[in-house]
């Protein structure tokens, strides 16, 4: 059948599809964002069972509910996974070799239930590992607010 | 679930890095193919699901080309965006509503077409963890890797030994992508490193292909020649993967406990005879012996060491090869319900185990595993 019957490479064009979403981060990552700005660090709560997530959802799964209380939590937390990363992936998809490996980390914060995934300073890393979000309230970028997380002590 | 469904035919195309052809031509090498071995025509057909991804395939409705080769031109079709192990419990369900006989369930991707693990990212939550850019299926991979080594003492050694038993058992199943006969643990460990524990050869490689499937009523498969009937079907979903304990495969556990109850399965280790699960990455085959009541919690490296899982074991895993053979995006879930059929039949060739009645297959759709599929298949 057809999937053999060709000897040559079949032509390849490159097609773009580049659909532009106009998303609004929506008013928990907003507050989560504008917190930052502040330096603080807000986290928002499950009036229901309690669970505290960070970064905020909107909605808590286990209580079908609307996760709408505000907390206020420290900027220290604990590493629940790590990972050393060799390689990042590149704008094709292609995963390429970075010059200085780097660590990426779960980090819980005290008082949250869920993890925030950032980059880690400095070349070693394990779980249990006690660090502090390294914040950054100038930032332009509010994607940059919070720049990384540093091991503390 | 007795005798009600029953998998009467399948086929798969070979797993290629570069297929050199349409997925319409795939699709209808797999569909063709599947209905010959059922011993049907397109005629016969009255329902049928596909498995695709308008992502993957690079436009929206992606199943609207597929109305050719997927024989459903003027007939009862929809499509399931995940897994094909997914795909067959929506014409699973089809079936035992009654109103149909022959399902044709058929899943495709071409990794040639769509850039790497792009796709992955894109399925991130788009406000924070997408822009952020380090959070990725292999990197996210990697974070779950290092909990259950954590939380287990498993090590790279153990996760190398699953990749190396899998790449083994590739070499004797002839449409795999990707074997390595005779391999270990060194060789692996050898790879190049990506995001750590997770190194090139931990990964399953992601290709070209088409499966497909016919599946038949109770009524229908009765006439059929060799039926291997669905015993038990369970799935669930978890949370979001920053959001849920990652050492352990929860919604895998679920799945399998609604599965065995369906199935009559009270002790999973001495009632499956083989099992084919869907490891996009070695460590989640450690996780799903736990899961899927293999062993006990924690306890997947141990019973790895143990041989039970290798080809001679008392319970093989990924026979085949698994996902580490060959990962196709929306089939590879699919390929393992094929591979078990066909361990149940005795159809395996190179790669049949040794008295397989009661096979497991086990697919999953999204970031370390948040949703997972299991089937339980028996023979007469
Ligand atoms: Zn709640």
Redesign the pocket.
Known sequence: MGAKAAKDPVPRVSIPLNPVFGWTVGNWMENFFDGMKEGKILGSR??????VFLPPRMI?E??F?K?DEWVELPATGTVQACTEAAVKVAENGDMVDLENPEIIAMVKHDGADTCITARLEGADASIGMRVEAVLNPGAENVLDLLAAYRPMG | MEKEAAIIGYAQTPYEADSNCSRELLVLQATRAALEAAGLKREDLDTIVTANNDYLDGRTISNMRLVEPAGSWRKNESKVEMDGAFALLYALTRILSGDHDIALVVAESQASVYGGILPGIMMLDPTFDRQRWLLNEVSGAALQASAYMDASGVSEEQIAGVAAKNLDNAAGNPLALRSLPGADAAKVMASRPLYSPIRDLMMAPLCDGACALVLASGKAAAKAEKPVWIKGVGFAHDSYLTERPLESMNSLKLAAGSCYAQAGIEDAASQIDLAEVHERFAHEELMSYEALGFCGPLQGGAFFDSGATRMDGKLPVNASGGAMGANVDCGAGLARVIEAAMQVRGDAGKHQAKGVKTALAHGQTGICAQENIVYVLGGE
């Open positions: 499950c009036p229901d069972c309690g669970r808590c286990r209580c509910a996760a």
